[in-house]
């Protein structure tokens, strides 16, 4: 498949589309996603915080 091919997939009215138009959270919520999700992660499976994820490096 050509890459002119796919442009209309990428690019809407010639112009690349905005984080907003491809569905993607702004900066502001990715960065609390990444501040609560390891919160809750440790708070709903606590056994986690055990396991040494570095022993095999």
Known sequence: MSNQSTNHIYKKNGRS??????????DDALRKLARVYPETQLRL???LNTINRYDSI
């Open 17 to 26: 589309r905005t984080r907003a138009e491809r569905g993607l959270p702004e």
């Open 45 to 47: 499976w606590p056994e």
